[in-house]
């Protein structure tokens, strides 16, 4: 038996959990922090690579947070140079002068979007 320990809604919750029900088919293991913010939204963070995302529901947090990792991991459209970078924010409607503003007020943003 294995102790699984989570959170619901402040609680810690423990569960146990046969060894003989976990799947050993995965290949890696990845450690996936979740926020419940204080407006009821929820924050998903990849330890491994940095990478957040948030929704409305763990879920949709979870889930925005699996492709965003996807798009980080891969290596298609790559952004390479500053110039690419303002390309790329400039067809997704985003102000480069914006962005470039909001990383001059870094200390202002949480540690892992830093």
Do not use: K, Y
């Not at 919750?13 to 913010?37: A, F, H, K, N, Q």
């Not at 699996?66 to 102000?95: K, M, Q, Y």
């Amino acid at each position: 038996m294995r102790s699984v320990f989570g959170a619901e809604r402040g609680n810690v919750v423990r569960t146990l959990i046969r060894d003989s029900d976990i799947e050993t088919s995965m290949s890696t293991t990845r450690t996936i922090t979740l926020i419940e913010e204080d407006d009821g939204g929820w924050s998903a963070i990849d330890e491994e690579t940095g990478v957040a995302s948030c929704g409305d529901t763990r879920s949709e947090a979870l889930d925005m947070l699996d492709e965003a990792v996807a798009l980080h991991e891969s290596d298609e459209d790559g952004i390479e140079t500053p110039a690419e970078e303002r390309e790329a924010l400039r067809d997704l409607g985003i102000d480069p002068d914006e962005v470039a503003d909001a990383r001059a007020e870094a200390d202002e943003l949480p540690e892992f979007m830093q």
